[in-house]
């Protein structure tokens, strides 16, 4: 059994913003390793995101981002449960970070259904198009179409788009790890993009 040291304990609260006695549990239960450490906690705080989802969120804010140059701005809505939360650093740290993913990425919506359906409808001209083009026998051109489509509300949905500041997670999991550590329902509820020009 390897010594828990301080040392460690706060080398973990640092890295995932997690309760002392959290951190203690899990580096106990993975004998010192820091890497399988973090990746317990992450494990918890997503079951924890899962037991809230269903949890009322009337309390939030509207934050505002605009890129340097004031050329380009979102205003996003995030709701909480409470309006202590929503006065949090952590709670308005992911505002920013979710908006200023929004400025860079440029989703088409929040999830599928709010993605203009003459714009999907485009896209599937084009993949059709493209497989006919190709060759490809008229039975299997609408399974690749519906593949390709997936794949296409994949990159414009916030939920389901990587993320910016670290492509191996989607807006989804920052999100849920976010509930996981602030310790309410949080759902990202709306958001517009202003860029001049456009």
Known sequence: MAEISAAMVKELREATG???MDCKKVLAEADGNMEKAIELLRKKGLAKAAKRAGRSTSEGI???YIHTGGKLGVLLEVNCESDFVAKTEDFEAFAKNIAMHIA???????VP???DQSMVEKEKEIYRAQ???EGKPENIIDKIVEGKVEK???EVCLMSQSYVKDP????????????????????IKRFA???IGE
């Open 18 to 20: 997690s309760g002392i």
């Open 62 to 64: 509207i934050y505002s």
């Open 104 to 110: 860079a990425a440029n989703p088409a919506g929040l």
């Open 113 to 115: 259904e709010d993605v």
């Open 131 to 133: 497989m006919l083009e």
């Open 152 to 154: 296409f509300y994949k």
């Open 168 to 187: 191996q997670k989607t807006i989804e999991d920052v999100l849920k790890e976010t509930i996981g550590k602030i310790g309410e329902n949080i759902q």
């Open 193 to 195: 993009r202003f860029q």
